[in-house]
Nanobody, 122 residues
């Protein structure tokens, strides 16, 4: 029903910034929360951030609070992740997600994107 395509990944130096985008398409796309996960080599996939459909509720993982900002532009069916003050520990494949349910520190999506690589060099 919903397709998600991430873009904006790449290689940046520590302390730099990167902006990820996720374009959504599909039938009956409305009232969906959207968010981001990431998975580093050898580690489990972890929650990064989630935003409600209206943008009124936003939650972040403790590891990215103060550095990352999630936003969405519903007219473009797009969610963004602005990543500042990047650290080598942020290196991972970042996955866009949509739908499902969420809380202040968790998110269970209904749909997943293919992922985009983010590499932060030291």
């Amino acid at each position: 029903q919903v397709q998600l395509v991430e873009s904006g990944g790449g290689l940046v130096q520590a302390g730099g910034s990167l902006r990820l985008s996720c374009a959504a398409s599909g039938r009956t796309f409305s009232n969906y929360a959207m968010g981001w996960f990431r998975q580093a080599p050898g580690k489990e996939r972890e929650f990064v951030a989630v935003i409600s459909w209206s943008g009124g509720r936003i939650y972040y993982a403790d590891s990215v609070k103060g550095r990352f900002t999630i936003s969405r532009e519903n007219a473009k069916n797009t969610v963004y992740l602005q990543m500042n003050s990047l650290k080598p520990e942020d290196t991972a494949v970042y996955y866009c997600a949509a739908g499902g349910s969420y809380g202040s520190s968790w998110y269970r999506p209904a749909y997943w994107g293919q992922g985009t690589q983010v590499t932060v060099s030291s």
